[in-house]
């Protein structure tokens, strides 16, 4: 059935899992001690956590109204070309099928090369032969169908959380306060500044605006995706800020500012060397279930492209037997295992992939915030079964940390980042191709 439309095969709760798996991956194991270092004191550390899960949360509350008001399974796709046309809209699908989520399944599949790697090596190219083995398999799985998918989105869901449930029980429950935390006193050497350490809890929290490419397929948008954002920011909200305590009550800001595994470090204070391993299962789970996820929302963008756009005619196929877009997915996950040959030949394939996918989400995700006002002013007669609470404030704050974290992507990266803005400006010939060749039809 490949002229089948996507079904409301989706619950709230696999929603939750999807976007709660996106966001809680491998970012809490190798962000605090950033956002440690960049802080003066326990207090401006977690101040910045909560602020984190504030921003997001106003994120969210614009996404819930796009996508109750406009359920469309090319969620920020979907958004944009309605507000700004076709040519925004193409390059932002562009975006997405070339450096945005492919790079991001690359970026996870390294990690998990580099663990794997750890306790059984495959030659030379260990790291590279595991992340592309992570994404042939996981891209096989949901070709399978979105029932697969779901539910082994809910298995790696269910195995992080209760990873992170036995890391803060043990943390709390087998370590002595730190001194430090004791005394109250905490000084760390050199420039400190709430600003820095937010670039790196932004990138922490970010993901779940991953949710708009789910809403032709949850049950009952109007209602569903509301409940699917905000019970998603606010788990992980608390998750972050309760993991962040029990690694500053146990180590210390001065320890997780020089430690490189944190969660490592609690752990082997806890269970000595078999700690690292276990530390090792559970980035490994939070990996494929980032990927995973990943893997299912990114494939709806190119299926939306291929609905709209005639020369990418066959990514809008959809296999009705089993609710998933195949060719989408397969085309997918043959970009992601390019990026990984690309990857492989630099020094750090996971680095490469952050500095080369950051600046292009963030200028998109820029976009997203103002097409709140746009649509509001062009459809403003639609019904809207959720409204931007505190509408304009909202999306203006939203917006703001949209723009400084654009400039931080742009001035605290490397080469790859101008890579990724190059391939982004490679749509643009490719749009005018496509045009061309419609008016000579």
């Not at 990026?339 to 997203?368: D, I, K």
């Not at 097409?371 to 917006?399: A, E, H, N």
Request: charge should be positive; aromatic fraction near 10%.
């Amino acid at each position: 059935m490949s002229d089948a439309e996507p079904r409301k095969t989706l619950t709230v709760t696999d929603g939750i899992a999807i976007i709660v798996g996106i966001v809680v991956g491998v970012g809490i194991f190798r962000t605090p001690s950033l956002v440690a270092s960049s802080s003066g004191s326990e207090g401006m550390f977690l101040l910045a956590w909560l602020l984190g899960g504030v921003i997001s949360l106003l994120g969210a509350l614009c996404y819930a109204e796009l996508a109750t008001s406009y359920p469309h399974a090319g969620g920020d796709y979907h958004y944009l070309t309605r507000a700004f046309g076709d040519a925004p809209g193409f390059l932002f699908a562009w975006a997405r099928m070339t450096v945005i989520q492919t790079g991001s399944i690359a970026m996870v599949a390294f990690l998990v090369g580099d663990y794997a790697s750890e306790v059984f090596r495959l030659g030379e190219g260990s790291v590279s032969y595991y992340a592309a083995i992570t994404i042939i398999l996981l891209t096989g799985l949901n070709v399978m169908g979105i029932r697969q998918g779901a539910w082994a989105q809910r298995a790696f869901f269910s195995a992080i959380l209760l990873g992170l449930v036995f890391v803060a029980v043990a943390g709390y429950a087998f370590t002595a306060q730190h001194p430090d935390v004791q005394s109250g006193r905490t000084v760390l050497h050199g420039s400190h500044s709430l600003g820095r350490a937010m670039i790196f809890v932004l990138l922490t929290y970010g993901g779940w605006n991953e949710a708009g490419y789910l809403s032709a397929e949850v049950r009952d948008p109007g209602r569903s995706m509301v409940r699917v954002l905000l019970v998603s920011i606010g788990l992980i909200t608390a998750i972050y800020l309760v993991i962040n305590m029990v690694f500053m009550n146990s180590l210390g800001l001065a320890g997780m500012s020089s430690s490189q595994a944190i969660a490592a470090d609690l752990m082997d204070k806890v269970l000595g060397t078999g700690g690292t391993r276990c530390v090792s299962a559970l980035v490994i789970f939070a990996a494929l279930s980032t990927m995973n996820a990943t893997i299912i929302t990114g494939a709806r963008t190119n299926f939306a492209l291929g609905r709209d756009f005639s020369p990418f005619g066959f990514l809008g196929r959809w296999e009705g037997m089993r609710d998933t877009p195949a060719n989408a997915l397969l085309l997918q996950g043959f970009i992601a295992l390019l990026l990984v040959g690309l990857g492989t030949g630099s020094r750090n394939g996971f680095a490469m992939m952050v500095e080369y996918t950051a600046p292009v989400f963030w200028f998109f995700l820029l976009l997203v915030g103002i097409s709140i006002f746009v649509l509001r002013r062009r459809d403003g007669r639609k019904s809207r079964p959720f409204r931007v609470p505190l509408y304009p404030l909202t999306p203006l704050v939203f917006c703001s940390a949209c723009v400084y974290m654009l400039h931080a992507s742009l001035v605290h990266t490397g080469r790859g980042s101008l890579l990724g803005v190059v391939v982004l400006l490679t749509g643009i010939p490719v749009l005018l191709l496509g045009r061309a060749g419609r008016k000579t039809r």
